[in-house]
T-cell receptor, first 117, second 113 residues
């Protein structure tokens, strides 16, 4: 069965520090998709990135970067020079095939990031 | 552009009362639709998903049910709420069966008292 593990429950950093959020997944499928979402205090989930299992290129978007390694089944997220506005809960998710032709996402339990000024 | 609407934003209901939460999507057709619950501890639990009108898949047997009476409408219901039904309920949609991306509504915070 599919599984997503975010071992870090809470991370506390001081502004301008770099921080990496870990995500480890399990799936038997060869085709799957990985996601990161941000949940600010307002509650709504904000999409950050999507990766498919055939694309292991790392991606950088401003201060955000993602490291996808199939060999270790990991999809880690790094924030460079963190800011107070980065404080939120971050979710990693895995979407793989279910019967009926649908890809259904499974979410990790989330990592709460607190950035202190 | 596509938008997703979810209401109400907050709800306080007594134990044993019925529940109806509604989610609608605009700007697309035949979306995949999902209901998630986020209880204390922050994890997102998939409750139901639907790939078409009248097609509902349940992930977790419980006190809740879902229906999809129209293509872009997804309803979460209960006949009698339990205290354990309290939580933050999120509706989401995706554009195709491969579900390459998911867009979430703003959520409903339900407190059962």
């Amino acid at each position: 069965a599919q599984k997503v593990t975010q071992a870090q429950t809470e991370i506390s950093v001081v502004e301008k520090e770099d921080v990496t959020l870990d995500c480890v997944y399990e799936t038997r499928d060869t085709t799957y998709y990985l996601f990161w979402y941000k949940q600010p205090p307002s509650g709504e989930l904000v999409f950050l990135i999507r990766r498919n299992s055939f694309d292991e290129q790392n991606e950088i978007s401003g201060r955000y970067s993602w490291n996808f390694q199939k060999s270790t089944s990991s999809f880690n997220f790094t924030i460079t020079a963190s800011q107070v506005v980065d404080s939120a809960v971050y979710f990693c998710a895995l979407s793989d095939y279910r019967s009926g032709g649908s890809y259904i996402p499974t979410f990790g339990r989330g990592t709460s990031l607190i950035v202190h000024p | 552009s596509q938008t997703i609407h979810q209401w109400p934003a907050t709800l306080v209901q007594p134990v044993g009362s019925p529940l109806s939460l509604e989610c609608t999507v605009e700007g697309t057709s035949n979306p995949n639709l999902y209901w998630y619950r986020q209880a204390a501890g922050r994890g997102l639990q998939l409750l139901f998903y639907s790939v078409g009108i009248g097609q509902i898949s349940s992930e977790v047997p419980q006190n809740l049910s879902a229906s999809r009476p129209q293509d872009r409408q997804f309803i979460l219901s209960s006949k009698k709420l339990l205290l354990s039904d309290s939580g933050f309920y999120l509706c989401a949609w995706s554009v195709d069966r491969a579900a390459r991306g998911y867009t979430f509504g703003s959520g409903t915070r339900l407190t059962v008292v």
